[in-house]
């Protein structure tokens, strides 16, 4: 694959978990916006967060605005979800994906694994 999310788990409500998309070799990611999406069971996949690639720009779904900081290494092709202030709604699969220059959509339709991410008590 292109690249390869880590770090979901079970966490509390009120808890915090530190996510990651890590880049394959031959994938140009330092020239590529990035984002986080998430879905789960029976919804559509939600844009929660992305980056762009050269100034670091940011954006966030009002949904995680506050709680979700989401960065990048260019230099280790990684990027990373911060969570904190955990909510039983935010449990989904993560997923790291390439986006537009708007940074408001998905681009390509190639899609990893991802990272499930649990929110109970």
């Known amino acids: 694959g292109e690249a390869v999310e880590s770090g979901g788990g079970l966490v509390q409500p009120g808890g915090s978990l530190n996510l990651s998309c890590k880049a394959s070799?031959?994938?140009?990611?330092?020239?590529?916006?990035m984002g986080w999406f998430r879905q789960n069971l029976g919804k559509e996949r939600e844009l929660v967060a992305s980056?762009?690639?050269?100034?670091?720009?940011?954006t966030y779904s009002d949904s995680v605005k506050g709680r979700f900081t989401i960065s990048r290494d260019n230099t280790k092709a990684t990027m990373y979800l911060q969570m904190r202030q955990l909510r039983p709604e935010d449990t989904a699969v993560y997923y790291c994906?390439?986006?537009?220059?708007?940074?408001?959509?998905?681009?390509?339709?190639?899609w990893g694994q991802g990272t499930q991410v649990t929110v109970s008590s």
């Open positions: 070799s031959e994938y140009p990611f330092s020239w590529y916006n």
């Open positions: 994906h390439r986006v537009t220059s708007e940074l408001d959509a998905a681009l390509g339709d190639s």
């Open positions: 980056i762009s690639w050269g100034s670091g720009a940011t």
